[in-house]
């Protein structure tokens, strides 16, 4: 069973807190600048209401379910590395992703939006972006990170296994997913893709804060 969530829009259609994630999305979908966060109480959720989107934005507000001793076990991240994430409204929706410096979440390169694409896609093609930008600048040993095993997966086989239908609105995006795959085939690379532990470390860097 899961558990309850409380979600604080702070601009939406109507501003306030929802216990159904049906109805808050009413709220923020297809709304221009949409703010809004889940927290595990309502108290929590409460005070966050009371401040603004600005206090929480790029903080994560989930409740860890790990322990101190399986937290331990993961280790550390290491910060001289790249992240990438990617962020959707709606599935399939409004798409863009970025990647950052772990360390200091400096922002290296974002694109879209894109119309019609899924997480899963952008979380792919960020992948791709990093590792050909470290392959320009003869960087081998830099690791990236993400946060989505898919993803992984997908890059490891060179092959973006969406079953979304494309059409004239995401054209565009097709192209790239083509260009993302070609440039796999075509090239390797040494850096090591790794698996950004978000229970253990909070939210990956480059996550654009919107949850």
């Known amino acids: 069973m899961s558990k309850k969530k409380f979600y604080v ?11 159904s994630w049906n109805v808050c999305k009413k709220q923020i ?4 600048s949409a703010q809004y966060k889940s927290f595990s109480n309502l108290n929590d959720a409460e005070v966050a209401f009371s401040k603004t989107y600005k206090d929480y934005k790029g903080i994560s507000t989930k409740k860890s ?3 101190l001793s399986e937290k331990k076990a993961y280790g550390s991240p290491n910060l001289e590395s790249i992240s990438v994430d990617a962020a959707c409204s709606g599935n399939p929706g409004k798409m863009e992703y ?8 400096k922002q290296l390169f974002i694109k879209g939006p894109y119309q019609n694409g899924t997480n899963n896609i952008g979380e792919f093609l960020a992948l791709v972006h990093g590792i050909a930008l470290l392959k320009s600048k003869n960087n081998k040993n830099t690791p990236i990170y993400s946060d989505s095993r898919i993803a992984m997966s997908w890059v490891k086989q060179k092959k973006c296994k969406t079953n979304i239908h494309f059409d004239a609105s995401n054209k565009d995006l097709l192209e790239l997913i083509k260009r993302a795959e070609k440039w796999l085939r075509e090239n390797s690379f040494e850096n ?7 229970k253990a470390w909070g939210e990956i860097p480059a996550d654009f804060g919107r949850k």
């Open 65 to 67: 379910s790990l322990t």
């Open 98 to 105: 970025r990647g950052v410096l772990t360390h200091n979440k």
């Open 29 to 32: 979908d297809g709304f221009e």
């Open 192 to 198: 090591p893709i790794l698996k950004w532990e978000t």
């Open 9 to 19: 829009v702070w601009n939406g259609r109507k501003k306030g807190i929802y216990t």
